[in-house]
């Protein structure tokens, strides 16, 4: 089952007006907020995924994207593969400024029967 959520931050948010303004000012670092956000929630929309973590690190000349995300079983949905394959770009155009270099942590949730029952 494909999820469609209405979130599109890309025209959500206006694009910069020059990349030094937001170099020398904090509001590169508001609109990553915004985007890790949006990302996040967007990420943990999808019924295969279990929970998910996106940050953004760096300076606005050397900045990196960090996905976490934790499957809900060890098949990963063609929707879940699309949104995480676009991510990258759609954070990059919320920010308006380029990505140095973006990172992708996945993980199956494992739940034990027994701890569980405990």
Known sequence: MTTALPIDIGSALPAPADDAILAHSSAWRERADRAVAAEAQR???????????????????????RVTCTLASEIVPLDVMRELEALPD?????????????????????????????
């Open 43 to 65: 990420l943990d929309g999808l019924a295969a995924v279990a929970s998910s973590d996106v940050v953004v690190s760096g300076t606005p000349d050397a900045l990196e994207v």
């Open 90 to 118: 759609r954070v990059a155009g919320a920010i308006g400024l380029p990505l140095a270099g973006h990172h992708l942590d996945l993980a199956i949730d494992q739940h034990d029967d027994v701890v569980a029952a405990a």
